[in-house]
T-cell receptor
Framework: AQSVAQPEDQVNVAEGNPLTVKCTYSVSGNPYLFWYVQYPNRGLQFLLKYITGDNLVKGSYGFEAEFNKSQTSFHLKKPSALVSDSALYFCAVRDKTNQAGTALIFGKGTTLSVSS | ETGVTQSPTHLIKTRGQQVTLRCSSQSGHNTVSWYQQALGQGPQFIFQYYREEENGRGNFPPRFSGLQFPNYSSELNVNALELDDSALYLC???????????FGPGTRLTVL
């Protein structure tokens, strides 16, 4: 079965330090991977995606993610965290078994807390 | 460019009632997907609409149904509400053939 795992419920980091939010996936074939961010009482905002090509993907707000096929991971990173980055982050993979071409399977989410 | 909008923002219903949630897709997007996000969980795919027809469905019972209109807006209908239907319902739009979905702010449904 296809799935996404975010092993950390919460990540705490000091402002200015690098941050990593972890994601692993299980899917047959080549994965289509996404990161979204959710602020309180808001919908999900698209950050970045990996479809094919360079394993390092750059996205919005200075975020990037590294696709690692051998480790089946797609960790989200940022070189220098901001307090305003504090939010709930979701990793997702396209569900290749669903007739709907773009149905996504989401992880449970990781709360990022950046302290000043 | 107008983003995805949803109405209402909040809704309170009683068990057994029916509810209709509405979504307007982002300008230029012809595909709409609906997701249910229970408290503390990631969103779960309900179904997708393209060309006014259901184009794929997740693991949700038939009492969850939808519509898509010629202007690509969409409705999610839930009959015979249960307490477990309490959740944030998210609508996402995309263009056919593209991979990225853009989400609306959601409708918070509370079933008492």
């Amino acid at each position: 079965a296809q799935s996404v795992a975010q092993p950390e419920d919460q990540v705490n980091v000091a402002e200015g330090n690098p941050l990593t939010v972890k994601c692993t996936y299980s899917v047959s074939g080549n994965p289509y991977l996404f990161w979204y961010v959710q602020y309180p009482n808001r919908g999900l905002q698209f950050l970045l995606k990996y479809i094919t090509g360079d394993n390092l993907v750059k996205g919005s707000y200075g975020f990037e993610a590294e696709f690692n096929k051998s480790q089946t991971s797609f960790h989200l990173k940022k070189p220098s965290a901001l307090v305003s980055d504090s939010a709930l982050y979701f990793c997702a993979v396209r569900d290749k078994t669903n007739q709907a071409g773009t149905a996504l399977i989401f992880g449970k989410g990781t709360t990022l807390s950046v302290s000043s | 460019e107008t983003g995805v909008t949803q109405s209402p923002t909040h809704l309170i219903k009683t068990r057994g009632q029916q509810v209709t949630l509405r979504c307007s897709s982002q300008s230029g997007h012809n595909t709409v997907s609906w997701y249910q996000q229970a408290l503390g969980q990631g969103p779960q795919f309900i179904f997708q609409y393209y060309r006014e027809e259901e184009n794929g469905r997740g693991n949700f019972p038939p009492r969850f149904s939808g519509l898509q209109f010629p202007n690509y807006s969409s409705e999610l209908n839930v009959n015979a509400l249960e307490l477990d239907d309490s959740a944030l319902y998210l609508c996402a739009s995309s263009s056919a053939g593209t991979d990225t979905q853009y989400f609306g702010p959601g409708t918070r449904l509370t079933v008492l």
